[in-house]
């Protein structure tokens, strides 16, 4: 069974710093796909990054980056020079196949998120 | 192009009343997924209709049911309403394939007094 584990479920930083979201995960597949997304007050999920099992390379947007791991399943986010509109929880998610006789089509599991919380 | 859409944003209802929700898929799009987030409970799976056919179910009572029009539009709908179903309402659309990515609607904010 797939599991998505984000074990901080609040953070609080001062403006300006870095501030690193972990998010361990569990599957079985080979083949899956790992997720980012952003949940201000609004209340909409806003997607952020998308990650194959086969690309472990880090990614780096603007102050975003992303750091996937296999070998520990992991794929935690950084986000550096923290600002107040950060302030969002955060969700990681894991999509799996499923049926793939019949083509196959996605299971998605998302962790409790973290509130994290930019101070001015 | 013109993002996921729901309907109504905000709900009021009262208990043993049903109610019926509104998402509008990204144009493309025939996956919509719908989710259930309480502040408890977090982002809870409901379920996943594709080409008007419900192809995955979470683990919720009866009670919660979806249907998919020909368009993709989809509905989800209560009945009997319980005071624990009062949460967030997320509906995401995706082109269905895992590799794909769900793309969120704002969500319906649904209050059972």
């Known amino acids: 069974a797939q599991k998505v584990t984000q074990a901080q479920t609040e953070i609080s930083v001062v403006e300006k710093e870095d501030v690193t979201l972990d998010c361990v995960y569990e599957?079985?597949?080979?083949?899956?796909?790992l997720f980012w997304y952003k949940q201000p007050p609004s209340g909409e999920l806003v997607f952020l990054i998308r990650?194959?099992?086969?690309?472990?390379q880090n990614e780096i947007s603007g102050r975003y980056s992303w750091n996937f791991q296999k070998s520990t399943s992991s794929f935690n986010f950084t986000i550096t020079a923290s600002q107040v509109v950060d302030s969002a929880v955060y969700f990681c998610?894991?999509?799996?196949?499923?049926?793939?006789?019949?083509?196959?089509?996605?299971?998605?599991?998302f962790g409790t998120g973290t509130k994290l919380q930019v101070i001015p | 192009k013109a993002g996921v859409t729901q309907t109504p944003r905000y709900l009021i209802k009262t208990r043993g009343q049903q109610v019926t929700l509104s998402c509008s898929p990204i144009?493309?799009?025939?996956?919509v997924s719908w989710y259930q987030q309480t502040p408890g409970q977090g982002l809870q799976f409901l379920f996943e209709?594709?080409?008007?056919?419900?192809?995955n179910k979470g683990n919720f009572p009866g009670r919660f049911s979806g249907r998919q029009f020909s368009n993709s539009r989809s509905e989800m709908n209560v009945s009997t309403l319980e005071l624990g179903d009062s949460a967030l309402y997320l509906c995401?659309?995706?082109?269905?394939?895992?590799?794909?990515?769900?793309?969120f609607g704002p969500g319906t904010r649904l209050l059972v007094l």
């Open positions: 995401a659309s995706s082109f269905g394939q895992p590799q794909e990515t769900q793309y």
């Open positions: 599957t079985r597949d080979t083949t899956y796909y």
């Open positions: 990650r194959n099992s086969f690309d472990e």
């Open positions: 998610a894991l999509s799996e196949a499923l049926g793939r006789r019949s083509g196959g089509y996605q299971k998605v599991t």
């Open positions: 144009s493309g799009h025939r996956s």
């Open positions: 209709y594709f080409s008007e056919t419900q192809r």
